[in-house]
């Protein structure tokens, strides 16, 4: 997984006409930059533009993860689960809407087609062989669990960048994705159940860029 320093400088507005071609790290396609009068320097617009692309791309992947156990869960629960993975499918798709906008009043380039998601994100895939709601439970509780943790680091990057409105929306997105996760382990807690807190990104990448 991953995390990344920012720059705090900031510059002037910018009004210019010209488009910039950015690669991103840790395997993003390049997305264009566009001119913005933000007051955000361009280091830490770009910055949180690839954060945000890499939050992007776990959103998309986990929204279809919701909606495919949604469609194939079995067993003796199937109906009130069958519901709560289509809610998670939908809270997953006003994420995407809202880190895509933030993305775009940036000056970025939302890279949220499917293809991309999947080929980027960093979320394992679902099983195919799942067919009970404890399975799909159990899978989509750790998926949101490992987004839940990086949205955390996210968090603290962009606050350090003073990028503070995109760490607002990830807080907001966070506290979302956690009653989510709750909601999911809530069917596999018991008074004997002990779990292992979750790490995010691995430390070894900390200081690598989006």
């Given at each position: 997984m991953y995390?990344q320093?920012?720059s705090?400088q900031q510059q002037?507005?910018?009004?210019g006409a010209t488009?910039?071609q950015t690669?991103a790290q840790?395997?993003?396609?390049?997305a264009?930059?566009f001119?913005?009068?933000?007051?955000l320097?361009?280091?830490?617009r770009?910055?949180?533009?690839?954060?945000?692309?890499?939050?992007?791309?776990?959103?998309i992947?986990?929204?279809?993860q919701?909606?495919y156990a949604h469609?194939?869960?079995?067993?003796?629960?199937?109906?009130?689960?069958?519901?709560l993975?289509?809610?998670i499918?939908?809270?997953f798709?006003?994420h995407?809407?809202e880190i895509?906008?933030?993305i775009?009043s940036l000056g970025?380039?939302a890279?949220?087609s499917t293809?991309?998601?999947?080929?980027?994100s960093?979320?394992p895939p679902l099983?195919?062989?799942?067919?009970?709601?404890?399975e799909?439970i159990?899978?989509?509780?750790?998926?949101i669990?490992?987004?839940d943790?990086?949205?955390?680091?996210?968090?603290?990057?962009a606050?350090q960048?003073g990028?503070?409105?995109?760490a607002?929306?990830?807080?907001?997105?966070s506290?979302e994705v956690g009653?989510k996760?709750w909601?999911?382990?809530?069917h596999?807690q018991?008074?004997?159940?002990?779990?292992?807190?979750?790490?995010g990104?691995s430390q070894?990448?900390q200081t690598?860029?989006?």
């Amino acid at each position: 997984m991953y995390n990344q320093n920012q720059s705090q400088q900031q510059q002037p507005r910018q009004t210019g006409a010209t488009q910039q071609q950015t690669t991103a790290q840790g395997g993003q396609p390049a997305a264009q930059q566009f001119p913005t009068r933000s007051y955000l320097s361009q280091n830490v617009r770009t910055a949180s533009i690839q954060r945000l692309n890499r939050c992007l791309a776990d959103s998309i992947v986990l929204q279809s993860q919701a909606k495919y156990a949604h469609w194939n869960v079995k067993g003796l629960h199937f109906f009130p689960l069958h519901e709560l993975f289509d809610e998670i499918a939908e809270e997953f798709e006003d994420h995407i809407d809202e880190i895509a906008e933030r993305i775009t009043s940036l000056g970025g380039q939302a890279i949220g087609s499917t293809y991309t998601a999947a080929s980027t994100s960093n979320i394992p895939p679902l099983s195919t062989s799942a067919v009970t709601g404890v399975e799909f439970i159990e899978m989509l509780a750790d998926r949101i669990a490992m987004h839940d943790a990086n949205l955390s680091q996210d968090i603290q990057a962009a606050t350090q960048s003073g990028d503070v409105d995109t760490a607002d929306l990830l807080n907001e997105i966070s506290r979302e994705v956690g009653e989510k996760r709750w909601f999911l382990e809530a069917h596999l807690q018991g008074p004997t159940v002990q779990n292992e807190p979750v790490q995010g990104r691995s430390q070894t990448t900390q200081t690598s860029q989006r």
